[in-house]
Nanobody, 127 residues
Framework: VQLQASGGGLVQAGGSLRLSCAASGFPSGFSFSSYSMGWFRQAPGKERMFVATISWTGGSTYYTNSVKGRFTISRDNAKNTVYLQMNSLKPEDTAVYYC?????????????????WGQGTLVTVSS
């Protein structure tokens, strides 16, 4: 499975960005809609942290507390794409953002719940 994240950039505090992650290369018999998806982020000098996750149907979502009410994860199974809408951005949201796929469909918050990772897209929020 290959994941291509995009949409990062430089934005002022209070601004918005929408990240996209396009998936391809699924094993025979599986499709994008078979998997749960997650977003993680890694700030400079820090470990990779959970941001948000969404179930394979899109019916269940979960967020880390620091982004609740500001970020929204969604998916379009027809386009094999998961999104992260980020509003009211803060300087502490600055990080490389990674999308990930869980083969088991677990809607998890640990990096160990995910099997495939994208290359990351950099989000920089200036104060």
């Amino acid at each position: 499975v290959q994941l291509q994240a995009s949409g990062g950039g430089l934005v002022q505090a209070g601004g918005s960005l929408r990240l996209s992650c396009a998936a391809s290369g699924f094993p025979s018999g599986f499709s994008f809609s078979s998997y749960s998806m997650g977003w993680f982020r890694q700030a400079p000098g820090k470990e990779r942290m959970f941001v948000a996750t969404i179930s394979w149907t899109g019916g269940s979502t979960y967020y880390t507390n620091s982004v609740k009410g500001r970020f929204t994860i969604s998916r379009d199974n027809a386009k094999n794409t998961v999104y992260l809408q980020m509003n009211s951005l803060k300087p502490e949201d600055t990080a490389v953002y990674y999308c990930a796929v869980s083969r088991t469909g677990v809607v998890g918050t640990s990096a160990y719940d995910y099997d495939y990772w994208g290359q990351g897209t950099l989000v920089t929020v200036s104060s």
